[in-house]
């Protein structure tokens, strides 16, 4: 029904002219969002653009400066998120409010046990979710521990817990961001079922092919403020882009195609285990060339973070070999510093955690991992005119904004830490590069900026390993991709024969037929 | 996502800087004060006295450096391990150490020219200090052991050890109290007088040893800001992740802050024994090990707020003995409350000032414009 609601019909959710402010920062502007009851509203917009905010307004986290929250014709004050549970308002977040070692049973009752005993609870919660699991597919074992679920699985609990709640309004904060393509789909089936049984569903999400797929209705944040709210069926993914950014913005990675050389990059038959001694990368064999991207694909979790440090010389590995422009590097005992120098750049994927001390500012930042080199320190000692000179010309040159090189990393947003990270480990002149999620937390126009960068660099015969969950980013960039799953290579496609589906089907660990 | 939501303003910028610890000493004194008036003295009676016996005689600011010496050395002792993300609270240990080192030069060379032996007492109280360090930050660092715990440990090894030495080896023959013979002449250091101060100090133990600890304090500055060692250190103290990403050792850097850190603490007994005992004797460090955690908690770990705070634990120690002596109520450990007074509030309760500190700061300029 969905796209056009008739006008007279109650709203489930009505957000009218809500403001925000965080000290100086106007995080929502005038906000007004009308959900209509049994629909699927998208909210889309760039990080920072105050979509959580509005969506933690509404959901009771904060409580609005001024403007007013109506639940179905019913003005309310929500001061707490007990309070829009009361109201019939859900959130699911993006990283899951569970207790992995209950079962889904108990997780689902938790917080609404009622009574000193549990049994009644939990036998009246069984029935219940057994009804709800045969109405909305959204089946999931009830006495399973909720650790042992993949996550798609722990998604749905999530849901159920809403759905439990009698909520009429179910909130999803970037669902999809931990899904393969195909669990997508089946949250999207799930989600369509919900509304054609009523209830009202806001998907926030900075992924547009999902709002074009699932949504009836859209609204587009920018910088606070709605700058657009428009039927899905009457828009297109980059005229939403353009909405979002305020500009034109090329959707599409420009690139001829690779000429790769000599490689550069050889892992083989590599084994990693984590600190318990768990297997967590299995007889990994891959090689990247001069002069190609190689994308690595897979659900997050799946080894990828695990093998980069171990390419990196962060974490020892198990069994295997590891050969960076010539050198066996586990054999020769080449630590991190050594790799580096012998030509390894590595854009880790945690930026705030790994890639850069968040006490020290731009420039500081901009020597990490450098600190040893011309022209930022001489016999041991630091330069501090020498740093403050290119720190200043790389961030003018990567368009970081403000371009302060004595501004705290921290004081920088999410993209502009990025652009400081990749300043700094494209510009020592790398032969290898390893990049991690490069546009995880970055917004559209930086992403462009940023995908263009990493071409240029292997058109210039550089050797880029690309680790990335959104799939968009690996088939856009990528020359060759490697799927990763549960440890090991699920396969390997060459970008011309690779979709979205086949790449989704080996993430999920189904053998891909047609590879030869 | 939810960031803009927690935004705290924890960082400690401008005037707060100074402000901060200021206002903490002026709480501490003031609970002091109500200390003394409660045992039947005048607060400000006692605070003149305090004042007079620490910064307003010549005497009084001679005995407040000399201590001022051992504080700058442990202050910075702590400052520098804290750095590097080590919790060091072992100076009085490595500082007993280091004192034996010295003193054994002292005791051997003696009858040399200072210009040989002073030097090498100074370098042996170094690496006796950092010897002493260097095993449990090895612990830590290859093998886990929690460095705050195997410090504490050291420091009551170290002074077993060292009652054992003077009881039994070193003790002057045909002595009673556990301590050597006098060092000879070469192994003093030059008191105040002999190093163009006239005899303005010449009642007090204040030494050369004041200008080898302000020495040490711009070379740890330099040091830790000015070398990629100091970079290195400093990435590790903040964030040991990215430390590993940027190719550098965590475990080289604490066992190198460490080796640091002891041999600063190991250059006590520069002042207290080559600059005024003259012999090694029983308890010679007196705390000043664990006062060290204090002054590098209240100086920020910087050098400059080290050397700051040093001087006003050794104003409240001076000042502290000087009112001892004069109100017979007031004991010795009325010096210790207030030090400890002082560092509960710049250590455990910081944070309770910072906020309207910040606050203050913030709006007072406006309010002054308008």
Same mark, same amino acid.
């Given at each position: 029904?969905?796209a056009d609601?008739?006008a007279?019909?109650?709203?489930?959710?009505?957000?009218?002219?809500?403001?925000k402010?965080?000290?100086?920062?106007?995080?929502?502007r005038d906000?007004?969002?009308v959900?209509?009851?049994?629909?699927?509203?998208?909210?889309?917009?760039?990080?920072?653009?105050?979509k959580s905010?509005l969506?933690?307004?509404?959901?009771?986290?904060?409580?609005?400066?001024?403007?007013?929250?109506?639940?179905?014709?019913?003005r309310?004050?929500?001061?707490?998120?007990?309070?829009?549970?009361?109201?019939?308002?859900a959130?699911?977040?993006?990283?899951?409010?569970?207790?992995?070692?209950f079962?889904?049973?108990?997780?689902v009752?938790?917080?609404?046990e009622?009574?000193?005993?549990l049994r009644a609870?939990?036998?009246?919660?069984?029935?219940?979710?057994?009804?709800?699991?045969?109405?909305?597919?959204l089946?999931v074992?009830?006495d399973a521990l909720?650790g042992?679920?993949?996550?798609?699985?722990?998604?749905?609990?999530?849901?159920?817990?809403?759905?439990y709640?009698?909520?009429?309004i179910l909130i999803l904060?970037e669902?999809?961001?931990?899904?393969?393509?195909?669990?997508?789909?089946?949250?999207?089936?799930?989600?369509?079922?919900?509304?054609d049984?009523?209830k009202?569903?806001v998907?926030?999400?900075?992924?547009?092919?999902?709002i074009?797929?699932?949504?009836?209705?859209?609204?587009?944040?920018?910088?606070?403020?709605?700058?657009?709210?428009?039927?899905?069926?009457q828009?297109a993914p980059r005229?939403?882009?353009?909405r979002?950014v305020?500009?034109?913005?090329?959707?599409?990675?420009?690139?001829?195609?690779?000429i790769?050389?000599e490689?550069?990059?050889e892992?083989r038959?590599?084994?990693?285990?984590?600190?318990r001694?768990?297997e967590?990368?299995r007889?990994?064999?891959?090689?990247v060339r001069?002069?190609?991207?190689?994308g690595?694909?897979g659900?997050?979790g799946?080894?990828?973070?695990e093998?980069?440090?171990?390419i990196a010389?962060?974490?020892?590995i198990?069994?295997?070999?590891?050969?960076?422009?010539g050198?066996?590097?586990?054999?020769?005992?080449?630590?991190?510093?050594?790799?580096?120098?012998?030509g390894?750049a590595?854009?880790?994927?945690d930026?705030l955690?790994?890639?850069?001390?968040?006490s020290?500012?731009?420039?500081?930042?901009?020597?990490?991992?450098?600190q040893d080199?011309?022209?930022?320190?001489?016999h041991?000692i630091l330069?501090?005119t020498a740093?403050?000179?290119?720190?200043?010309?790389?961030?003018?040159?990567?368009?970081?904004?403000?371009?302060?090189?004595?501004?705290?990393?921290?004081a920088?947003?999410?993209?502009n830490?990025?652009?400081?990270?990749?300043?700094?480990?494209?510009?020592m002149?790398?032969?290898?590069?390893?990049?991690?999620?490069?546009?995880?937390?970055?917004?559209?126009?930086?992403i462009?900026?940023i995908?263009?960068?990493?071409?240029a660099l292997?058109?210039?015969?550089?050797?880029?390993?690309?680790v990335s969950?959104e799939?968009?980013?690996?088939l856009g960039?990528?020359?060759r991709?490697l799927v990763?799953?549960?440890?090991?290579?699920?396969?390997?496609?060459?970008?011309e024969?690779?979709?979205?589906?086949?790449?989704?089907?080996?993430?999920?660990?189904?053998?891909?037929?047609?590879?030869? | 996502?939810?960031k803009?939501g927690?935004?705290?303003?924890d960082?400690?910028?401008g005037?707060?800087?100074?402000?901060?610890p200021?206002?903490?000493?002026?709480i501490?004194?003031?609970?002091?004060?109500a200390i003394?008036?409660?045992?039947?003295?005048?607060?400000?009676a006692?605070l003149k006295?305090?004042?007079?016996?620490?910064?307003?005689t010549a005497d009084?600011i001679?005995?407040?450096?000399?201590?001022?010496?051992?504080?700058?050395?442990?202050?910075?002792?702590?400052?520098?391990a804290?750095?590097?993300?080590?919790?060091?609270?072992?100076?009085?240990g490595? #500082?007993?150490?280091?004192?034996l080192?010295? *003193? &054994?030069?002292? /005791? @051997?060379?003696?009858?040399?020219?200072? =210009? +040989?032996?002073?030097?090498?007492?100074?370098?042996?109280?170094?690496?006796?200090?950092?010897?002493?360090?260097?095993?449990?930050a090895?612990?830590?660092?290859?093998r886990?052991s929690?460095?705050?715990i195997?410090?504490?440990?050291?420091?009551?090894?170290?002074?077993?050890?060292?009652?054992?030495?003077l009881v039994?080896?070193?003790?002057?023959p045909?002595?009673?109290?556990?301590?050597?013979?006098e060092?000879g002449?070469?192994?003093v250091?030059?008191?105040?007088?002999?190093?163009?101060?006239?005899d303005?100090?010449? #009642?007090?133990p204040l030494?050369?040893?004041? *200008? &080898?600890?302000? /020495? @040490?304090?711009?070379?740890?500055w330099? =040091? +830790?800001?000015?070398?990629?060692?100091?970079?290195?250190?400093?990435?590790?103290?903040?964030?040991p992740?990215?430390a590993?990403?940027a190719?550098i050792?965590?475990?080289?850097?604490?066992?190198?802050?460490m080796?640091?850190?002891?041999?600063l603490?190991?250059?006590?007994?520069?002042?207290?024994l080559?600059?005024?005992?003259?012999?090694i004797?029983?308890e010679?460090p007196?705390?000043?090990?664990?006062?060290?955690?204090?002054?590098?908690?209240?100086?920020?770990?910087?050098?400059?707020?080290?050397?700051?705070?040093?001087?006003?634990f050794g104003?409240?120690?001076? *000042?502290?003995?000087?009112l001892?002596?004069d109100?017979?109520?007031?004991?010795r450990?009325?010096?210790?409350?207030?030090?400890g007074l002082?560092?509960?509030?710049?250590?455990?309760?910081?944070?309770?000032?910072?906020q309207?500190?910040?606050?203050?700061?913030r709006?007072?300029?406006?309010?002054?414009?308008?």
């Amino acid at each position: 029904m969905p796209a056009d609601a008739p006008a007279s019909a109650v709203p489930a959710l009505e957000l009218r002219h809500i403001d925000k402010r965080f000290g100086t920062v106007q995080a929502n502007r005038d906000v007004s969002l009308v959900v209509a009851a049994g629909s699927i509203h998208g909210l889309i917009g760039e990080n920072g653009a105050g979509k959580s905010t509005l969506m933690n307004i509404a959901y009771g986290v904060h409580e609005p400066d001024t403007g007013e929250i109506w639940v179905a014709g019913q003005r309310r004050v929500l001061g707490s998120p007990a309070a829009a549970i009361a109201a019939g308002i859900a959130m699911v977040h993006q990283h899951f409010m569970l207790v992995p070692n209950f079962t889904v049973l108990e997780n689902v009752i938790l917080g609404v046990e009622g009574g000193l005993t549990l049994r009644a609870r939990l036998r009246e919660a069984r029935e219940r979710l057994a009804a709800l699991g045969r109405d909305y597919e959204l089946d999931v074992p009830l006495d399973a521990l909720v650790g042992e679920l993949p996550v798609g699985g722990q998604q749905r609990v999530e849901i159920l817990k809403a759905l439990y709640r009698r909520a009429q309004i179910l909130i999803l904060d970037e669902p999809t961001a931990v899904l393969t393509p195909q669990e997508t789909q089946r949250l999207f089936r799930m989600l369509r079922r919900l509304r054609d049984e009523g209830k009202s569903i806001v998907l926030v999400t900075h992924k547009l092919p999902e709002i074009m797929a699932v949504t009836d209705r859209v609204t587009v944040m920018r910088q606070g403020a709605v700058v657009d709210e428009v039927p899905t069926a009457q828009t297109a993914p980059r005229q939403l882009a353009e909405r979002m950014v305020g500009r034109p913005v090329s959707m599409r990675i420009e690139k001829t195609p690779a000429i790769p050389g000599e490689p550069l990059l050889e892992v083989r038959q590599l084994g990693i285990r984590d600190d318990r001694g768990i297997e967590r990368v299995r007889d990994v064999s891959f090689t990247v060339r001069a002069g190609e991207i190689v994308g690595l694909a897979g659900v997050a979790g799946n080894g990828q973070t695990e093998l980069l440090e171990a390419i990196a010389g962060m974490a020892p590995i198990d069994r295997g070999e590891i050969r960076l422009c010539g050198h066996d590097v586990v054999r020769e005992g080449l630590d991190g510093a050594k790799r580096r120098a012998l030509g390894l750049a590595h854009v880790p994927e945690d930026r705030l955690r790994t890639g850069v001390v968040s006490s020290f500012s731009a420039e500081d930042n901009l020597l990490l991992g450098y600190q040893d080199r011309a022209p930022f320190s001489r016999h041991g000692i630091l330069q501090r005119t020498a740093i403050r000179e290119v720190a200043a010309a790389r961030l003018r040159e990567h368009d970081v904004r403000p371009a302060a090189p004595t501004m705290p990393i921290v004081a920088f947003s999410g993209g502009n830490q990025q652009k400081i990270v990749l300043a700094r480990e494209m510009d020592m002149n790398p032969r290898v590069l390893l990049v991690g999620q490069p546009t995880r937390g970055v917004d559209i126009g930086a992403i462009e900026a940023i995908h263009r960068r990493l071409v240029a660099l292997r058109d210039a015969g550089k050797a880029l390993l690309v680790v990335s969950v959104e799939l968009d980013e690996i088939l856009g960039l990528s020359d060759r991709i490697l799927v990763m799953h549960d440890g090991k290579i699920a396969g390997e496609l060459r970008a011309e024969e690779a979709t979205e589906e086949r790449i989704g089907r080996l993430m999920a660990g189904v053998a891909d037929k047609t590879h030869g | 996502m939810a960031k803009l939501g927690h935004r705290r303003d924890d960082t400690v910028n401008g005037w707060t800087v100074v402000l901060l610890p200021v206002a903490n000493l002026v709480i501490a004194l003031a609970i002091s004060g109500a200390i003394v008036w409660l045992l039947g003295e005048s607060p400000w009676a006692a605070l003149k006295l305090m004042l007079n016996g620490s910064v307003a005689t010549a005497d009084g600011i001679g005995y407040t450096l000399y201590y001022a010496t051992n504080f700058i050395f442990t202050g910075l002792a702590v400052a520098v391990a804290y750095r590097a993300g080590v919790f060091n609270i072992g100076a009085e240990g490595q #500082a007993y150490i280091g004192g034996l080192g010295s *003193g &054994l030069v002292a /005791l @051997a060379l003696g009858q040399h020219s200072p =210009w +040989i032996v002073l030097p090498l007492a100074i370098a042996a109280g170094a690496i006796f200090g950092a010897a002493w360090a260097f095993i449990p930050a090895w612990l830590q660092a290859r093998r886990g052991s929690h460095i705050v715990i195997t410090t504490v440990m050291f420091n009551f090894i170290a002074a077993a050890v060292m009652t054992h030495l003077l009881v039994n080896v070193l003790i002057a023959p045909g002595q009673q109290s556990p301590e050597t013979r006098e060092f000879g002449p070469g192994a003093v250091m030059p008191p105040a007088s002999a190093i163009g101060f006239g005899d303005r100090f010449a #009642a007090t133990p204040l030494n050369l040893a004041f *200008g &080898l600890a302000l /020495l @040490a304090a711009a070379l740890v500055w330099f =040091w +830790i800001w000015r070398t990629r060692w100091g970079y290195a250190w400093r990435v590790v103290g903040q964030n040991p992740v990215a430390a590993r990403y940027a190719g550098i050792d965590p475990g080289r850097v604490v066992i190198a802050a460490m080796l640091l850190s002891g041999a600063l603490a190991g250059c006590l007994g520069v002042n207290e024994l080559l600059g005024s005992q003259h012999r090694i004797a029983l308890e010679f460090p007196a705390g000043a090990g664990f006062v060290g955690i204090a002054v590098a908690l209240m100086g920020r770990n910087h050098p400059v707020g080290v050397v700051a705070s040093a001087i006003l634990f050794g104003a409240l120690y001076q *000042g502290g003995s000087q009112l001892s002596f004069d109100m017979p109520k007031v004991n010795r450990d009325m010096v210790v409350v207030i030090q400890g007074l002082v560092i509960l509030l710049c250590g455990a309760m910081e944070h309770v000032l910072h906020q309207p500190l910040n606050w203050v700061c913030r709006r007072w300029p406006r309010k002054a414009v308008a």
